[in-house]
């Protein structure tokens, strides 16, 4: 069984920085493509960046210029930098995985962590 595991969440102020971080148990990471979602409370989940086994990336609209997604498969462990931060970034923020991107950047993932919080106020 996969475990998908995200940290670094916490309260920052508006254009600040966090660095969140999502480990996986198993053996499945160098496999598996990755990615970032947000749901912010009344609203849908939403993608915020996905990356492929390969290093390929892709952005919402959003958080293009500002975020970076980013993996080290000798730790297991996918990043998302987060800069310049505005509270309309605030939501709980989760990790999924998946043996194929289309079900990574669809929403559809296998796996998915528990999420961690991201507050940007003042």
């Known amino acids: 069984q996969v475990q998908l595991v995200e940290s670094g969440g916490g309260l920052v102020q508006p254009g600040g920085s966090l660095r969140l971080s999502c480990s996986a148990s198993?053996?499945?990471?160098?496999?598996?493509?990755m990615g970032w979602y947000r749901q912010a409370p009344g609203k849908q989940r939403e993608l915020v960046a996905a990356?492929?086994?390969?290093?390929?990336?892709t952005y919402a609209d959003s958080v293009k210029g500002r975020f970076a997604i980013s993996r080290d498969n000798a730790k297991s462990t996918m990043y998302l930098q987060m800069n310049s931060l505005n509270p309309e970034d605030t939501a709980v923020y989760y990790c999924?995985?998946?043996?194929?991107?289309?079900?990574?950047?669809?929403?559809?993932?296998?796996?998915w962590g528990q999420g961690t919080q991201v507050t940007v106020s003042s």
């Open positions: 999924t995985a998946d043996s194929l991107f289309v079900r990574v950047i669809t929403g559809a993932g296998h796996y």
């Open positions: 198993g053996s499945i990471f160098s496999t598996a493509h």
């Open positions: 990356i492929t086994t390969g290093g390929g990336t």
